[in-house]
């Protein structure tokens, strides 16, 4: 009997730790399958994540911020209709926006896109029917948001057409060195509040190549100094030291003509010496034009240089040897004309009455899907 007792003990004993076995080994199992779950999902997330931005190139994302509120296929019309087909031709918008967004990639250099620019465009009441209606109908429906006019009165007609975009500076009307100096100090304020990473000023007898302008950007850091521009003389000004007479000064500026673009890393530096007013100060002190005081500030009192974009041009040279085959490689073009004698682009297109300036003419080369264009 207490054979058979002990032996009852002996297998209840042995039930138990296999039962218990059996539990450890449950437990052991489920918490084995949560991790390799919770390490799923996590590949899972990861995986998706990728996948996602695999879907949107890089191309894209840049095209987007190139011309922003458009689809990839379409641009605007200079009534704001949506036009069909692309406005260039794709390989040559998309190829060089690949390269650049590569080249940025490898280099680690901060990227720029239209919305990072602030284009600001000086102009005058005398000057908005007769100039201002070609931008307005041409580039400016290229970079709508990003340009601003800064003239020398309220002009109820010319706001709306901008979408009210034209600052009244309270600048005088006239042309002297004080009145563009004026202007100019309000352009530049305004771009220190807009927080954008390049200032670029052009006049109302430019046109601008927005794409051109953007990819050009696109090779320089923001973040460093850069003061961008093309000269209209062969040699550094050289004018009187007012401060050490008889010494004399000298340095470069980019003509105001052709358009010029600062980086906001240099706008800073020059912050306390041109802000509230100062450029207007420093413009008389010197007594020259607004251009001429911008290149003063940045190459003799920051002695930073100027470095020369040959694809801005100003009204100051022959715009007729100008090759067509090369058009769509420059930034800025202009015109002027003294008597009968017009110095403007050599190019086919509208008659003369219709387009003297040949800056219709240019869009519609540039541009051959816009409504006003000849099919």
Known sequence: ??????????????????????VLFS????????????TSNNSTTVIEHISQEKEESPWIKNFVGLWPDRSLRSVLDEEGNTLAGPIIDDNDVFEGITTTTTSSTTTTKPHTTLDDIFISVKT??????????????????????????????????????????????????????MALCCKMAVEFDTFLESNKRWFCHFDDDNYVNVPQLVRMLQKYDWTDDWYLGKPSIKAPLEILDREHIPQKISFWFATGGAGFCLSRSLSLKMKPLASGGKFISIGDKIRLPDDVTMG??????????????????????????????????QITFSYSHYGPEMNVLSLDGFNNQIDPYRFLSLHCHLYPNFSFCPR
């Open 124 to 177: 005058t009441k005398n000057f908005h029917a007769s100039r201002l209606d070609v931008i307005i109908k041409t580039w400016f429906t290229l970079a709508r948001e990003q340009t601003w006019f800064f003239t020398d009165s309220d002009d109820e007609e010319y706001s709306e057409k901008t979408h009210n975009h034209l600052i009244n500076t309270g600048c005088s009307a006239s042309h002297n060195r």
């Open 296 to 329: 003063y500030i940045v190459e003799h009192l920051l002695s930073k240089q100027l470095s020369v974009v040959e694809e801005f041009h100003s009204h100051l040279e022959p715009m007729k040897f100008l090759k067509q085959s090369q058009l769509a490689d």
């Open 1 to 22: 009997m207490s054979y058979q007792l002990s032996k009852m003990r002996l297998t209840l004993k042995r039930i138990l730790q296999a039962f218990f076995l059996a």
């Open 27 to 38: 437990f052991s199992t489920l918490a084995m399958l949560r991790t390799w779950a919770a």
